[in-house]
Structures are given as structure tokens and as C-alpha cells.
């Protein structure tokens, strides 16, 4: 269950080892990454289509390398795998930890987010995808860069601007965005990894506040942080 840079780089891995493997995309982009693996594309139909797909599959073991804020998503496989009686991993990235200079608000979730901007204008990055925009939009008073992989939306110049963009990014160019565009507040989700660092790298020095919102609950699960963890507990091969 894919759709992160972690998830391809196991597909990467589980390919060249010779691991048979089917690699499972949510569909919420128009143009996914190419996989070395067989790959569907879309929803199961909750726990019950889950449960029902891993057994006409025969699927002997699931990886759930979906997005931190993927809840759903890592629920139903935790039930499906459970009723299927099938091995369930999670390859999650380490959460986001402050450093010096870091200025962060944590908030639990979207709504606790749009309520901890200002209520005076702002230029706000909201780098949060694109499920939960209207909120934010709703408070009219601010100006949103919003950084996406699809065209979802039409935004008025003066509610904000969409850059279309996939990571991995880079420091020099979320400094330059920060800078350009006038950002005075950030606004993630702690997602983790590296891919999506620059951002939080650039406003600490820019000395900018960021808004984190913390990751939802997902029932209890075997949690590894490397593809090698995955493979040597599936199969018993590294990369």
C-alpha cells in the first residue's frame, strides 16, 4: 500500500530482490509514479473489499506504506488483515522533531490549525495536500500559497496561488518560495521524512512560525522505519 517515497523505494527493492509484490496506489493523483512492481490504482471497498482482495489474491503479507495522515487508509488494513489473518507492516517515517530556532505550534488537528493563524491578514504557506483546503479558505482575510501535484482547484490572485510540484525538495528552493511570495505563517502536517524537510528548514531560517499539526491515531500496529527492516522481516533479503 504505496503512494510515498519510502513506499517506492521498497517496490525498488522488493523488484530487484525478485519478491513478488503487488504495489496498491489510492488514485489520488492523475498521474502516479511508475512502479517496478504490478499496480492498481484505487479504492477496496473499506475493510470488507480489503479482506475479500488479500484473499482472492493470496496475499501472504501487507505493507502499509501509505502517508502518516493516511488514517483510514492504515485502519481498514489493520482490520482487514486482521479478519484475513494476514502479517500487517507499517513503514512509517520518524515524525518531525523541533531544533533550535525552530518557532512551531502543535495542534491536533485541521481544525485546531485554521483557528492558530492570526486573526489580522497573512501570507500563509498551507502545505497540507489538498482534502482540507476549505477551512482555510473560508477565512478570507488571509492569502494562501498552496503547493500541489494536481490543478484540483481554481484560485483567485487574490486568495492566493497554486504551484504545481512534486518532491523531493530542496532547501534553496522553499527559501525562495518562502521569500518570494511574502510567507508570513506555515502550516503542515508532520508528515516526516526528508522529502518535505526543506520547508521547515527554510522557515526556521527565516525565523517564520510554523503550525504542525500531529498525526492522527491509527490502532496498534508492527511499525519498522527502513526498507531493509521490511525486507528482512518479509523475506529475509537487504538492499
Not at 489473518?85 to 525552530?102: K, M, N
Not at 483557528?115 to 491578514?121: C, D, G, K, V
Not at 523531493?168 to 508528515?191: C, M, Y
Request: overall charge neutral; hydrophobic content about 45%; some cysteine.
Amino acid at each position: 500500500m504505496g503512494g510515498t517515497t519510502e513506499a517506492s523505494r521498497l517496490a525498488q527493492a522488493l523488484a530487484q530482490a525478485g519478491v513478488d509484490g503487488i504495489f496498491s496506489y489510492a488514485g489520488r493523483t492523475s498521474a502516479p509514479i511508475a512502479q517496478p512492481l504490478p499496480t492498481r490504482v484505487g479504492g477496496f471497498g473499506g475493510v470488507a473489499g480489503l479482506q475479500a482482495f488479500l484473499q482472492a489474491e493470496r496475499i501472504t503479507q501487507v505493507v502499509d506504506a501509505t502517508h502518516p495522515f493516511a488514517a483510514q487508509m492504515s485502519s481498514n488494513a489493520v482490520q482487514a488483515c486482521a479478519a484475513a489473518g494476514v502479517p500487517l507492516l507499517a513503514l512509517e517515517r520518524p515524525a518531525w522533531q523541533a531544533q533550535s530556532g525552530d518557532v512551531w505550534q502543535h495542534v491536533p488537528d485541521i481544525a485546531a490549525a485554521v483557528q492558530a493563524l492570526p486573526t489580522e491578514p497573512a501570507s500563509v504557506f498551507l502545505a497540507i495536500g489538498r482534502q482540507h483546503l476549505a477551512p482555510f479558505l473560508a477565512c478570507a482575510q488571509h492569502w494562501y500559497l498552496l503547493r500541489l501535484v494536481d490543478p484540483v482547484l481554481d484560485l483567485p490572485a487574490e486568495r492566493g496561488q497554486l504551484v504545481l510540484d512534486r518532491g523531493p525538495f530542496t532547501l534553496e528552493g522553499d527559501r525562495a518560495l518562502l521569500q518570494a511570495h511574502g510567507i508570513t505563517h506555515v502550516v503542515s502536517k508532520n508528515s516526516g521524512g526528508a522529502g518535505a524537510q526543506a520547508k521547515l528548514t527554510a522557515a526556521r531560517e527565516l525565523g517564520l512560525p510554523v503550525i504542525l499539526i500531529a498525526r492522527p491515531f491509527i490502532p496498534a500496529r508492527t511499525v519498522v522505519h527502513s526498507v531493509n527492516e521490511v525486507l528482512r522481516r518479509i523475506h529475509g533479503v537487504s538492499s
